[in-house]
């Protein structure tokens, strides 16, 4: 129920885990290395992008707009992402993480 909730801002939880984890000093400092291209190795942003990852893929398989032969939550991150109006340099991380969510086929192919 959590992943559909939004503060009276319109803030959803993976917009509110992003703005938690930038303002730590780790999380701030790991952000601005990806934003240069440096690799990012650390557990601790490891444990940050698992969670906004399945934050952003349920709150959008729980929409209309999710396909109903939904089988890998995860193709569908930057989706989730959209629907949740996070920062612009959340979409920069999440591509050079994983460069492959850009390309999600639709039932077409």
């Not at 009276?8 to 000093?25: D, F, K, M, P, S």
């Not at 601005?32 to 934050?55: M, P, V």
């Amino acid at each position: 129920r959590i992943v559909r909730v939004a503060t009276r801002e319109g803030v959803y939880a993976v917009a509110t885990l992003w703005h938690a984890y930038v303002q730590t000093i780790q999380g701030h400092m790991c952000i601005a290395h990806a934003l240069k291209g440096d690799n990012i190795s650390s557990e601790h942003f490891a444990r940050f992008w698992e969670k906004a990852k399945f934050l952003a893929s349920e709150y959008f398989r729980r929409t209309t707009a999710c396909p109903e032969e939904i089988d890998n939550r995860t193709r569908f991150v930057l989706h989730g992402l959209i629907q949740c109006n996070v920062d612009i340099s959340f979409f920069k991380i999440a591509l050079k993480i994983e460069p492959g969510l850009a390309i999600t086929p639709n039932a077409q192919g």
